[in-house]
């Protein structure tokens, strides 16, 4: 079987469609709309899980702290700009969404930057495999 890729990129997207499902589903859900809630957030939870297992292979299981960071950073920031009570929502809290979501993009890329670095052999990119 061929590895994956990138799942990062694959999270990205789970996430991505798992936003738009919550939304197209917010007035009332029925049993279809909970079904395809939890594929697709099981299918967000294997790709982080490959993320994860690929990072800790390479760089020990503190690197399992980013992958936290990241998705802290992406779901404060889609709260804030896209939450349920965006109506009354002040201006600080406005720009505060902006900050984490342009956070959680930056810290993205700077996982995507450590999980390319993972897929390379060791010694290529200058840093030894911890065991």
């Not at 503190?62 to 939450?83: K, P, Q, S």
């Not at 342009?102 to 993972?118: G, N």
Request: net charge positive; glycine share 16%; proline share 3%.
């Amino acid at each position: 079987m061929k590895a994956m890729k990138s799942w990062l990129l694959a999270a990205l997207i789970t996430g991505g469609v798992l936003f738009y499902a919550l939304r197209l589903s917010a007035p009332g859900r029925n049993r279809v709309d909970w079904i395809v809630l939890g594929v697709v957030g099981a299918g967000l939870m294997v790709s982080l899980t490959g993320l994860g297992v690929r990072l800790v292979r390479r760089g020990g299981a503190r690197e399992l702290g980013h992958i936290g960071r990241t998705a802290l950073f992406w779901t404060a920031g889609l709260t804030a700009e896209f939450g349920p009570g965006r109506l009354g929502i002040v201006e600080w809290e406005l720009w505060l969404g902006r900050g984490l979501l342009s956070l959680a993009v930056l810290d993205s890329l700077w996982l995507y930057r450590k999980e390319r670095r993972a897929l390379k052999p060791p010694g290529e990119d200058g840093s030894s495999n911890r065991q």
